[in-house]
């Protein structure tokens, strides 16, 4: 009786001697898709394209950039590329690896659409504040002296809500106003 065991060895992706295109075409690249990624990416050698896959957030621009410019085939090939990269190398301290959500294009755009939906939360509560001094000047009941409304620049948002009692009744009690800022 003969037992036969067969083992599948993954050929490590090495450093190649000088010859970037004849390493890209080891690792499944053709010659047009090398030629894309010198043209539209800048990378025409095997440190430049290290530099790129090294760390996570320049991955990220990478393949995002790779993305918009290149055909999606081409785009494809690349990504398989810098996958077969970057887990024949160690990970960086500080970087996820390659799966991980925070290192995806997608996560670093949402990173930016949170800081300017922030910016524009801050300008709209700013305008706000304002649009309700002008209402308030109007009826001869402003909630803010000159000076007091806060900076547009200043850190957190304030939300002012003016409260008025209104007594419907024959009484003499006055209407009371309250001013609510949270802070964060």
Not at 104 to 110: A, C, D, T
Request: hydrophobic share 45%.
């Amino acid at each position: 009786m003969s037992i036969r065991m067969a083992c599948v060895v993954a050929a490590p992706i090495l450093e190649p001697s000088g010859n970037f295109p004849a390493w890209l075409q080891a690792q499944g690249v053709n010659a047009e898709v090398a030629r894309a990624m010198d043209s539209e990416l800048g990378i025409r050698d095997y440190g430049v394209l290290r530099a790129c896959v090294g760390d996570g957030l320049v991955r990220a621009e990478l393949l995002a950039t790779a993305r918009d410019r290149l055909p999606f085939g081409f785009y494809a090939v690349l990504r398989q590329v810098v996958k077969a990269l970057r887990g024949a190398e160690p990970h960086d301290a500080g970087t996820p690896p390659w799966d991980d959500a925070a290192s995806s294009p997608g996560n670093i755009m949402l990173g930016g659409l949170v800081d300017v939906l922030l910016m524009l939360f801050r300008s709209l509560s700013r305008e706000l504040l304002l649009s309700a001094d002008r209402l308030g000047a109007m009826d001869g009941s402003r909630m803010y002296t000159e000076g007091s409304i806060p900076p547009a620049n200043e850190g957190s948002p304030e939300i002012v809500m003016k409260v008025e009692e209104e007594h419907l009744s024959e009484c003499d009690t006055p209407s009371t106003e309250s001013i609510f800022i949270p802070t964060q």
